[in-house]
């Protein structure tokens, strides 16, 4: 079921434009309010699949923090859906950690593109393959 078929709500497709809907949407937008810049290295991560989070909103929240002085480091997965990248982008995550606590990540932006998971240099989407299809059947 969609959220957009009136068996979910009555205005339908119409929702989206709901004037309510836009405003808070407007409100929960990140990036748009310049004091609400991380002031700590942060990691953004996204995959051009993604089903559920439009790619450009990520892509387009690294540009404003950046512009913004915050130090970013941005990784585009080119596949996998929203469920997929959360896992594919997991051991990237604790790898910033460790190096941001370490102080060890460089000020500014950076930028990536990714197909796959390396894990000590072996490339494991295959293995991850039926893992993953698994967690998002349950999903």
Known sequence: MSILDTTFQTLGPALLYNPTLQRVLGENTMGQVKGETPIVPYHLYHSMQDEI?????ASTLYKAWCNNGATVKFTTFTTGAHAKTAVKGYLGV???VDQAFGGSVAPGCESSTANGIDLLGAVVDPILKPL???LEALL
Do not use: R
């Not at 989070?53 to 909103?57: D, L, M, Q, S």
């Open 53 to 57: 989070i439009p790619y450009v909103n």
């Open 132 to 134: 993953l299809a698994a």
């Open 94 to 96: 604790l790898s910033f």
